[in-house]
């Protein structure tokens, strides 16, 4: 279904995430027919292109990134066609005119700031200053969302100065993952799965995170950072919410969003022998170690974190949450694992071994869901049994073969145009976010902790495994 015409401004325009995921997301809307052909996105950066260079610079990144090989020739100059730039001084006073008189009076009106956020205050300011700020404006920030709680605190003062909350999308793409919303499909689409959905029945819930990829050229943002404030307090801080959170009445921004911070405020603190973090080594001189790669030899930084946390509430009392995520790690896999206690008794007697149901959420690769279940090995040998695989894949469903799924942004960016903020985080879930976090890491800091070293393509370190064992449980595989 098409969007209604829109302009989108897009701050930082010519920036990574602009190149990588933006431009290549919302041309894959267009091919699908759900950006018109009167939308217009202007990008606004203060380096002196013109419209062409633009364009070209835009094809370029649309060949690189958008895993289209069909939607090209007539359709990628229609989407070429919709670009505009704009030289914009986003502290000064240049640009800020001509750019207003690009705008269209009666149109949704989106404002990307992909722009870090010591900019967020001048660009929310300047707008207002120029008049572009409507009724039917919206602006759309990017992590960090602050480095701290007292540093949100700020942001969220900032941005409340010149926009209302419902014009404030705060952008985290793990909720743009199609399993993720396939989650809340699964849990409250069915009848099947919600009434073991507590501390009764699941043993324990994993959640990993893991990737391949080093720091890269991010070095300096993530070495004042880490796996804590990069990945955990945001990306798998929302995981969590969306699997721990009791059913809303609706599906509806406020109603999804104030179950997501009760699960927040409900997290207990970490004890700290319930936390193990590292470092990645180089890996035979193909790539750098961590310290190397930031540029901080000293650097106690972590990479790879895993901790056990607890949600004091009267649905997961005594249910251990397991998070894991890491960078460099032996294989890209972001799974939930819902681990479900052993069947009361086994009628099968002691040889029968130990098996209990698990259903595994696989945001990536390979989006799907798939449910362990316990069955009978097949063929005369007796009563033996085996756990087998109930497997819903998504590909298939998923468009024609050989394209990739619908990367987060796209479905994000079309969110933000409808005025749909469900999937968008809220100033006071990203606090409270912060509120758990900040002892955590200040807690490092009082106590002068380094992370373990770890291998280059390994699990992490073997004390991530210890923390398990320690519980009589066991990570599942990153594969
Ligand atoms: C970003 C983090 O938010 O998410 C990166 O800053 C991380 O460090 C990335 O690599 C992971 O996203 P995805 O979609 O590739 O799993």
Redesign the pocket.
Known sequence: IPVDPFDLVIFGGTGDLARRKILPGLFRRFCAGQMPDSARVIAAARSAHDRDEYRRFVAEAIREFSGLRACEGGTLNGFLDCLDYAVVDARGTEGWADLASRLSPDRVRAFYFSVGPGLFGDLAERIHLHGMATDESRIVVE?PFGHDLASARDLNATLAAHFDEGQIYRID??LG?ETVQNLMAVRFGNMLFEPLWNSQYVDHIQIT?A?T?GVGG?GEY?DHAGAMR??VQ??LMQLLCLIAMEPPAKFDPDAVRDEKLKVIRALDPVEPHHIVRGQYNALDGEHPGYREAVGNPRSSTESFIVMKTHISNWRWAGTPFYLRTG?RLVARS?VISVMFKDAPHSIFGPDAGRHANVLSIRL?PNEGITLQVTIKEPGPGGMRLIDVPLDMTFADALGPEGEDPPD?YERLIMDVIRGNQTLFMRGDEVEAAWAWTDPIIAGWQLRGEVPKPYDSGSTGPGDADLLMKRDHRAWRGIN
């Open positions: 992590k793409h793990y993952k995170v990737e990829v991010r993530y990069d990945m945001n990306h960078k972001s990536q987060a």
